[in-house]
Nanobody, 119 residues
């Protein structure tokens, strides 16, 4: 059974940094893409970034490009989201997700971790 468990959220001042972690278990993830999404109150869930587990190729939403970095540790089966220069509009619940690289729909989701950026 696939499990994705996020951690690392919290309260930070604008301009600060946080690193989110997503511990993945239950299968091998080669051939998968791991993504981060976020959902702010009253808004739809939006894509943040993804990384190919096999190639390490990354892709970012324009809103976070240059501020956020997605990475992975194969040995720990963990994906990270380093968030720098945080803004109040980054406040949201952040979710980790996984999908097969050949499809667009994400099959597995974590429970989410809250990130709050104060001004």
């Amino acid at each position: 059974q696939v499990q994705l468990v996020e951690s690392g959220g919290g309260l930070v001042q604008a301009g600060g940094s946080l690193r989110l972690s997503c511990a993945a278990s239950g299968r091998t993830f080669s051939g998968y893409a791991m993504g981060w999404f976020r959902q702010a109150p009253g808004k739809e869930r939006e894509f943040v970034a993804h990384i190919s587990w096999s190639s390490g190729n990354t892709y970012y939403a324009d809103s976070v490009k240059g501020r956020f970095t997605i990475s992975k540790d194969n040995a720990k089966n963990t994906v990270y989201l380093q968030m720098n220069s945080l803004k109040p509009e980054d406040t949201a619940v952040y979710y980790c997700a996984a999908r097969r690289i050949v499809v667009t729909q994400y099959d597995y989701w974590g429970q989410g971790t809250q990130v709050t950026v104060s001004s």
